[in-house]
């Protein structure tokens, strides 16, 4: 009996030595403070416990064995790293130093998939640009959102006017009418205000920019072939924000910008207004502005009411006004100059949000959307004149059912959409008026813990094309924390229209109207399939890496085609296709971060039996960003862009060329903030290593532009925050 009582001792002993204990201390890397309430965790022994008023966690009761650990606090990015127990001695009591996660320091919902589910939990690939990637960029242009775009990856703004600067967004290549812009889930972009869209989108509001490649048909009907960008807007906060920005640049620019939010218990209001104005800017002395003379107002208040939990109302208006004015700069400065080229803008846009949401019950809510838009704009150039405005309208009713592993959406809209040509060839009235009525539904199923599979379906009926059924499927497999894979793909349409990037570089002159009895919608199909992997390789050192293949094919495509001494849309036998890949590489250390993108896009037309590359498209391009950054108190980034040749609709082909820019912003009180600068100082322009146009300043015969025209700028100022 004595012996089997020390074997049990002896038994008891070791099952209690196999028992092991993890101590660590958790601390801000800016500040060195603990953090309270971090959570250390072993996902595989379902064990953990969070840090004490001192920083420190223990976990009890840890198996022999080597273990993943991962300590987690929101604003922080989470550090996993692996250890072998029972534990060597220096690795007993370890410090632990959390980086602030600049890119989720706020909850990021994603709102255009209209799911409940975080980004890292949905199939459809959702890019966005948040935080304090969202301001370095907003510094660079704080009068428009045209950088912003640019430099993402797979990105590229397509300038359409050598001397006004109107551009217009191509995703993978494709032309810019196959991208729907959209404002907190809203269409308010399109159309003839597409070539200025862009030019007239202050970013001081933004919250977020949300961007989905590829057919987004269920949704937002058959006009995103090539894709979306979703601008989301501020919204009041339990603390109001007031601030202000200030920026002037080296090219005599001005752009002054302040946004007020604010909730009084079931009320709340935020207020964005903007000045803008621009100088004429002619750095080549080629007598031509490459920035041109503008100056704009824009005004947005919205209203949002809280009657109860279950329900909010928000209702708002977005009100911009501008003149702008390029060409010969001697005319555009206001001297005398006989038969001078020039190009004048001038808009005016109304356009009014509303939207309401109303839960139901605990899974079911009901929301209600509608927008009406108001675009008056004249074009004019010596001895032509092209106006009219455009009246469009967006209402939409749906409803979302969601329970633990499965979420559905359904819902009906109604598009309206009208033109009406004031100033133009009396002969050839571009007008027109359609009615699009769609219907769809969405399926969101959490197969399995692993995999996840969207499906959608919308039917539209189009007031001149008739009917179109567009199906689309997502899955997701997500085989460990570090890697996910996702495939998916659809159908989309686009009715004819006659605002395309072609058309708004002849200022509309000559072009007939759209043959509605002899031309075909649109129709493409496309997919895409993506790798993302996500290492911690020390407690200092992390990566994320993310690969895209994509594909997509328009089939009777519309093109402008000279006749008889006019332009006239016309459909080829063949299709156009865009197929490539893109590459997105962040590596972190300590303060330091290094953003580097790669985009290989092979656009092609494939008509009447012939293949030639798709015009303006570069087919490699090079993203670099390096930043040093000590969160909330200062940073520096250096920037490197490289755009391959591209081919030109002339049939010559241009030159390779890199943009380098500095960028950089130091808090100097909590509430104030200066900024400065140095946007493509290698200078690099079109007109130093190819021509811009042909013949005279006065009668200038435009080539395509592919590079900068505007060159090295200097821009710099100061923000208020409160």
Same mark, same amino acid.
């Given at each position: 009996?004595?012996?089997? *009582?020390?074997?049990?001792?002896?038994?008891?002993?070791?099952?209690?030595?196999?028992?092991?204990?993890?101590?660590?201390?958790?601390?801000?890397?800016?500040?060195?403070?603990?953090?309270?309430?971090?959570?250390?965790?072993?996902?595989?022994?379902?064990?953990?416990?969070?840090?004490?008023?001192?920083?420190?966690?223990?976990?009890?009761?840890?198996?022999?064995?080597?273990?993943?650990?991962?300590?987690? /606090?929101?604003?922080?990015?989470?550090?996993?790293?692996?250890?072998?127990?029972?534990?060597?001695?220096?690795?007993?009591?370890?410090?632990?130093?959390?980086?602030?996660?600049?890119?989720?320091?706020?909850?990021?919902?994603?709102?255009?998939?209209?799911?409940?589910?975080?980004?890292?939990?949905?199939?459809?690939?959702?890019?966005?640009?948040?935080?304090?990637? *969202?301001?370095?960029?907003?510094?660079?242009?704080?009068?428009?959102?045209?950088?912003?775009?640019?430099?993402?990856?797979?990105?590229?703004?397509?300038?359409?006017?050598?001397?006004?600067?109107?551009?217009?967004?191509?995703?993978?290549?494709?032309?810019?009418?196959?991208?729907?812009?959209?404002?907190?889930?809203?269409?308010?972009?399109?159309?003839?205000?597409?070539?200025?869209?862009?030019?007239?989108?202050?970013?001081?509001?933004?919250?977020?920019?949300?961007?989905?490649?590829?057919?987004?048909?269920?949704?937002?009907?058959?006009?995103?072939?090539?894709?979306?960008?979703?601008?989301?807007?501020?919204?009041?906060?339990?603390?109001?924000?007031?601030?202000?920005?200030?920026?002037?640049?080296?090219?005599?620019?001005?752009?002054?910008?302040?946004?007020?939010?604010?909730?009084?218990?079931?009320?709340?209001?935020?207020?964005?207004?903007?000045?803008?104005?621009?100088?004429?800017?002619?750095?080549?002395?080629?007598?031509?502005?490459?920035?041109?003379? +503008?100056?704009? *107002?824009?005004?947005?208040?919205?209203?949002?009411?809280?009657?109860?939990?279950?329900?909010?109302?928000?209702?708002?208006?977005?009100?911009?006004?501008?003149?702008?004015?390029?060409?010969?700069?001697?005319?555009?400065?206001? &001297?005398?100059?006989?038969?001078?080229?020039?190009?004048?803008?001038?808009?005016?846009?109304?356009?009014?949000?509303?939207?309401?949401?109303?839960?139901?019950?605990?899974?079911?809510?009901?929301?209600?959307?509608?927008?009406?838009?108001?675009?008056?704009?004249?074009?004019?150039?010596?001895?032509?004149?092209?106006?009219?405005?455009?009246?469009?309208?967006?209402?939409?009713?749906?409803?979302?059912?969601?329970?633990?592993?499965?979420?559905?959406?359904?819902?009906?809209?109604?598009?309206?959409?009208?033109?009406?040509?004031?100033?133009?060839?009396?002969?050839?009235?571009?007008?027109?008026?359609?009615?699009?009525?769609?219907?769809?539904?969405?399926?969101?199923?959490?197969?399995?813990?692993?995999?996840?599979?969207?499906?959608?379906?919308?039917?539209?009926?189009?007031?001149?094309?008739?009917?179109?059924?567009?199906?689309?499927?997502?899955?997701?497999?997500?085989?460990?924390?570090?890697?996910?894979?996702?495939?998916?793909?659809?159908?989309? /349409?686009?009715?004819?229209?006659?605002?395309?990037?072609?058309?708004?570089?002849?200022?509309?002159?000559?072009?007939?109207?759209?043959?509605?009895?002899?031309?075909?919608?649109?129709?493409?199909?496309?997919?895409?399939?993506?790798?993302?992997?996500?290492?911690?390789?020390?407690? &200092?050192?992390?990566?994320?890496?993310?690969?895209?293949? +994509? /594909?997509?094919?328009?089939?009777?495509?519309?093109?402008?085609?000279?006749?008889?001494?006019?332009?006239?849309?016309?459909?080829?036998?063949?299709?156009?296709?865009?197929?490539?890949?893109?590459?997105?590489?962040?590596?972190? /250390?300590?303060?330091?971060?290094?953003?580097?993108?790669?985009?290989?896009?092979?656009?092609?037309?494939?008509?009447?039996?012939?293949?030639?590359?798709?015009?303006?498209?570069?087919?490699?391009?090079?993203?670099?960003?390096?930043?040093?950054?000590?969160?909330?108190?200062?940073?520096?980034?250096?920037?490197?862009?490289?755009?391959?040749?591209?081919?030109?609709?002339?049939?010559?082909?241009?030159?390779?060329?890199?943009?380098?820019?500095?960028?950089?912003?130091?808090?100097?009180?909590?509430?104030?903030?200066?900024?400065?600068?140095?946007?493509?100082?290698?200078?690099?322009?079109?007109?130093?290593?190819?021509?811009? +146009?042909?013949?005279?300043?006065?009668?200038?015969?435009?080539?395509?532009?592919?590079?900068?025209?505007?060159?090295?700028?200097?821009?710099?100022?100061?923000?208020?925050?409160?």
């Amino acid at each position: 009996m004595k012996y089997h *009582l020390i074997l049990l001792a002896f038994l008891i002993s070791q099952s209690a030595l196999a028992q092991n204990s993890f101590t660590v201390t958790v601390l801000d890397h800016e500040t060195n403070k603990p953090i309270i309430g971090a959570t250390v965790f072993f996902p595989s022994l379902n064990l953990g416990n969070t840090t004490d008023p001192y920083g420190k966690a223990t976990v009890n009761n840890i198996p022999d064995g080597e273990y993943l650990i991962e300590i987690r /606090y929101v604003g922080y990015e989470t550090l996993s790293f692996s250890r072998s127990f029972p534990l060597p001695g220096d690795l007993q009591n370890q410090v632990f130093e959390l980086h602030h996660d600049h890119e989720e320091l706020e909850e990021v919902i994603i709102s255009s998939t209209r799911t409940s589910r975080t980004i890292e939990d949905i199939p459809t690939r959702v890019e966005f640009i948040a935080g304090e990637e *969202l301001v370095e960029k907003g510094n660079m242009k704080p009068g428009d959102i045209r950088m912003l775009l640019n430099e993402s990856t797979g990105i590229q703004t397509q300038q359409t006017s050598a001397t006004s600067y109107n551009s217009s967004i191509r995703i993978q290549g494709l032309d810019g009418k196959y991208t729907q812009l959209l404002r907190d889930g809203l269409p308010l972009y399109s159309g003839f205000s597409g070539g200025l869209s862009i030019m007239q989108i202050a970013p001081l509001d933004l919250k977020q920019v949300e961007v989905i490649k590829g057919a987004s048909s269920t949704l937002y009907g058959g006009g995103a072939i090539a894709g979306l960008v979703n601008l989301i807007t501020k919204t009041p906060e339990d603390e109001s924000e007031l601030s202000f920005m200030l920026n002037g640049t080296s090219a005599l620019g001005l752009d002054a910008s302040g946004f007020y939010s604010e909730r009084y218990g079931k009320t709340g209001a935020t207020v964005f207004a903007s000045y803008n104005r621009g100088t004429p800017y002619d750095p080549a002395n080629i007598g031509l502005t490459a920035i041109p003379e +503008f100056e704009r *107002l824009t005004l947005n208040p919205r209203f949002f009411f809280y009657p109860s939990e279950q329900t909010t109302l928000n209702a708002g208006l977005n009100i911009i006004t501008e003149n702008r004015l390029g060409g010969n700069i001697d005319f555009v400065e206001g &001297k005398e100059v006989t038969d001078p080229y020039f190009e004048r803008n001038e808009t005016q846009r109304i356009s009014s949000q509303f939207q309401l949401d109303h839960r139901l019950n605990q899974t079911t809510t009901l929301s209600l959307k509608n927008s009406f838009n108001f675009y008056d704009r004249s074009v004019e150039i010596p001895d032509f004149t092209f106006s009219g405005v455009q009246t469009s309208s967006f209402s939409e009713a749906s409803i979302n059912f969601v329970k633990e592993e499965t979420e559905w959406i359904g819902g009906v809209n109604l598009w309206t959409d009208s033109f009406d040509q004031e100033d133009g060839i009396e002969s050839s009235d571009l007008g027109f008026s359609e009615t699009t009525v769609g219907g769809f539904v969405q399926n969101l199923w959490s197969i399995q813990p692993k995999w996840t599979l969207e499906t959608g379906f919308r039917l539209d009926y189009q007031s001149e094309y008739g009917l179109f059924a567009l199906p689309r499927l997502s899955v997701m497999l997500e085989p460990s924390q570090q890697l996910t894979f996702r495939l998916g793909g659809g159908l989309g /349409y686009k009715a004819p229209t006659v605002f395309s990037e072609d058309a708004e570089r002849l200022q509309f002159q000559n072009i007939r109207p759209v043959d509605t009895d002899g031309l075909n919608a649109e129709r493409s199909f496309g997919g895409n399939f993506d790798i993302n992997y996500q290492l911690a390789v020390t407690d &200092k050192i992390a990566l994320s890496t993310n690969v895209l293949f +994509f /594909y997509t094919q328009i089939d009777d495509p519309l093109v402008l085609t000279p006749v008889n001494n006019g332009f006239e849309f016309l459909q080829p036998d063949g299709y156009v296709d865009t197929r490539g890949v893109e590459v997105n590489m962040k590596w972190s /250390y300590d303060h330091f971060k290094l953003f580097v993108g790669y985009t290989h896009a092979n656009v092609q037309e494939h008509y009447n039996g012939n293949s030639t590359t798709f015009p303006l498209v570069a087919e490699h391009r090079l993203n670099n960003v390096l930043m040093y950054e000590k969160h909330g108190e200062f940073w520096i980034g250096l920037e490197a862009y490289y755009f391959s040749p591209q081919q030109l609709s002339d049939g010559s082909e241009g030159k390779a060329y890199w943009i380098m820019g500095l960028m950089t912003e130091k808090k100097i009180i909590n509430q104030f903030s200066i900024f400065l600068n140095f946007e493509n100082f290698l200078d690099t322009r079109q007109s130093d290593f190819d021509t811009i +146009f042909t013949g005279s300043v006065n009668n200038p015969q435009f080539r395509d532009i592919y590079a900068p025209v505007d060159g090295f700028v200097i821009n710099g100022g100061f923000k208020l925050k409160f």
